[in-house]
């Protein structure tokens, strides 16, 4: 019948629009980390080991604000992240971009920028003089938010911007991010809430591309992989 014949076109409708949309994602994904890579902004040494700010020592360092001094690739990951931000209906109502200090607020400014919406940049902690703000720009009661960040690791460093929002009667629709380690995968999960997670990369994208351009020996990539599975990085058994 009839229906029986549309329902079909429609199923398959669904099935080509998600491969596509997957195509896309993953292109998405590895262009970003093949830019990351290029510019140094993700960095290893196996040797003399970095030391991250929690003390501890690492193999490996991201530095995402460096990208900003590359106009055609910043302009590149901007136009990536646009492209994610309007296929996603959830963001349709976003009026407010906010950056966190500091490596958010050169994203934020570019995006907002994009999207014609208004700019805010949160501080870590309130000034200790004048109105002793914590927000600057103006996030009015209800408005939607985009927080706006270089990386995310554990995701513990967003939750005073996450408060401070909400503090002003903000709500927040999601954060985006230019690198996600994929502790958090899709979601940041903060007082009951699960808010949404935007990234263009991830640590299993940047592996893939190391493997994939012979950059490191299979030994270093599993090593490099071991040391980001003990941090609590996800779908990284591939490189095991």
Known sequence: SIKIIFSFYIFFYIIILKFSMTNIEKKISNETASILLKKKCIEFSFKKKFQLTSGRKSILYCDC????????????LINFALKKIKSDKTLNSLTNIAGGESAGIPYASFLA??????LSYIRKERKKFGKKSQIEGNIKTKDNVLIAEDLITDGKSKYNFIDAVEKVGGRIKAIFVIFNYGINKEFLEYKGKKIKIISLAKWEDVLYIIKLKKIFPKN?????????????????????
């Open 220 to 240: 270093e990539i599993k090593l490099i992989a071991n040391f980001l599975n003990s941090m609590g990085v996800k779908n990284l058994k591939s490189f095991l």
């Open 65 to 76: 604000r460096k990208i900003i001094s590359y106009t055609s690739e910043r302009e590149k």
């Open 113 to 118: 920028q994009k999207l014609k919406l208004p």
